[in-house]
């Protein structure tokens, strides 16, 4: 946890814009009373000013997801189930909000553009990271390596995909049946190091 309170809430702030406004949809006045802010301390924290602190939100986001992640992997050797709590968690946090937070690393993807550099370089370290995580979780259960990260890429984007889709079409069906039938196919793989 980060021990400046200030920085902290701009931050938190940040995050939860992103995941329901996208980056261009967040305009500074609303970020900075939403962390109770003036706007010099935005630029005293991040001297890049909005894109900084959305940097900086992703990289915070990534880790939230990649410690959730890395803790249902060590309670559940096996990382099938591990990957349907991960996926089921998204689903209850997607249905509590009444579709309206998504994944914020995908919202801001959807939106960046080429001009969008430091947003697209964290967002491909985030990405990346989780991928390498699922992926190494598969290794460990017997999956060979480069089918590992192969299953991880796929399973990253039936998530990420299955949450646009859910979140638009304002039910969660569309985001349980990509990932339900993904994980089932996993299951009964012989890759996986289980039994056929």
Known sequence: MDPNPTRERLIAAMSDLLERRGFHGVGLSELLAQAQAPKGVL??????????????????????????LE????????????LHGWIASAQRRLDASGFERGCPLATVALESTADDVALRTALARAFADIRGRIAAALAG????????????????????????QARVAGSGEPMALATQTLLELLQNTPSTGKPT
């Not at 630029?43 to 915070?60: D, R, S």
């Not at 803790?71 to 591990?82: E, G, N, S, V």
């Open 141 to 164: 259960a017997g999956v060979p390596e480069p089918r590992a990260r192969g299953l991880a890429s796929l399973m990253v984007a039936a998530y990420e995909g299955g949450l646009l």
């Open 71 to 82: 803790r249902l992997m060590h309670q559940q050797p096996d990382p099938i189930p591990a």
């Open 43 to 68: 630029y005293h924290h991040f001297p890049g000013g909005k894109t900084a602190l959305a940097v900086a939100a992703i990289e915070a986001i990534a880790a939230r997801i990649a410690d959730s």
